[in-house]
């Protein structure tokens, strides 16, 4: 029989590129998912084999139970993502991000669910002058994203057993391409710039961030379902790899899309004063000591594959619709609401 893993928030842009690849690994798929964002992100596997989907909110604790039912491992990526979605509306973002939490470990846990991923984030962090930030270094999240993304970590730790083995990751900033795709994250941001406006607008620049691949970071979850228990139960791991400053990505942007893109010349950069000051170096030395995981692609990879997806076509309208930015989907979404 296929083991089945629920991925909540399976639609999501990380989701809908882990999806595939869990059902390519012979995994049966649940999905738990409110749609929030559409249902294209999963049009192709739709009816695929395998893959079942439910269209419900996280907070909803009988169709979190139902959800669980006979699910033999839960990757739990469902959540407000980023600052300022999850500051425009404070309450929603903690009603899900962490009063929806323990309850989801209860009933995983109650369901038999054997092993538990919870997906946290390198911004628990916040601002560090230390020249590497290891799973060991205080957690200083300076927004609520953050602080409730730490404070579920605990939970999720707290739970781990024999029976039932929990292991928290820290991801980088993900980038690249997606069929939900995000452009609010800081490589997408400024590739998005890039193409269409001809000019990269960086504001900062110093500030270092943490990078990751998609395609790594969902490589990473599959592979964690088939890890022996003793490397990975009860344990938290950083996932990044290229720790670059504002300013570098702006410059490896300009590099690749003059490559890809030539006829649409230079490429500027503009840059601006920012209130943004998160900052820090992840170190991933213990995930690829310990499982041997090292990533594979690179920013440049990430950029090349946007490039690309402009070129066919694939982002109609991405400077404007806020399909492709959760906090303006969020306030279109907002406004409906007021005005109905």
């Not at 749609?35 to 992100?41: D, F």
């Not at 997606?178 to 800081?186: A, E, G, I, P, Q």
Request: charged share 25%.
């Amino acid at each position: 029989m296929k083991r089945t893993v629920l991925v909540t928030g399976g639609a999501g842009y990380v989701g809908a590129m882990l999806v595939p690849k869990l059902l390519a690994r012979g995994f049966a798929v649940r999905v738990l998912d409110c749609y929030y964002y559409g249902h294209e992100p999963l049009a192709l596997l739709r009816g695929a084999e395998g893959l079942e989907e439910i269209d419900a909110d996280l907070r909803d604790r009988a169709a979190v139970a139902r959800a669980v039912e006979g699910c033999d491992s839960v990757i739990h990526l469902a959540c407000i993502s980023n600052d300022p979605s999850f500051e425009l509306d404070p309450d929603l973002g903690k009603s899900i991000n962490f009063d929806a939490f323990e309850p989801l470990v209860d009933a995983s846990k109650r369901a038999g669910v054997k092993r538990f991923l919870y997906v946290s984030s390198s911004s628990v962090y916040g601002v560090s002058e230390a020249p590497e930030v290891r799973e060991d270094h205080p957690l200083l999240a300076l927004t609520d994203y953050s602080k409730y993304k730490a404070m579920c970590e605990p939970i999720a730790l707290a739970a781990n057993s024999k029976s039932f083995e929990v292991v928290v990751l820290r991801p980088a900033t993900v980038c690249g391409y997606s069929t939900r795709m995000r452009f609010d994250l800081s490589v997408n941001i400024l590739t998005n710039h890039a193409v269409n406006n001809k000019k990269i607008l960086v504001f900062g620049g110093k500030q270092m961030r943490p990078n990751i691949h998609i395609d790594d970071i969902t490589d990473l979850y599959v592979d964690l379902l088939d890890e022996r228990a003793e490397l990975i139960a009860g344990e938290t791991f950083n996932a990044g790899f290229q720790n670059r400053s504002i300013a570098d990505i702006a410059g490896i942007v300009k590099t690749v899309v003059e490559q890809e893109l030539p006829d649409l010349g230079p490429i500027a950069i503009e840059t601006q004063s920012t209130d943004d000051n998160r900052s820090y170096r992840v170190n991933a030395d213990k995930i690829e000591r310990v499982l041997g995981f090292k990533p594979r692609r690179t920013i440049e990879d990430a950029v090349r594959d946007l490039t690309r997806a402009f070129r066919a076509g694939r982002f109609p309208n991405s400077m404007t619709d806020p399909l492709y930015f959760n906090v303006k989907l969020m306030k279109d979404a907002e406004a409906v609401a007021v005005h109905s």
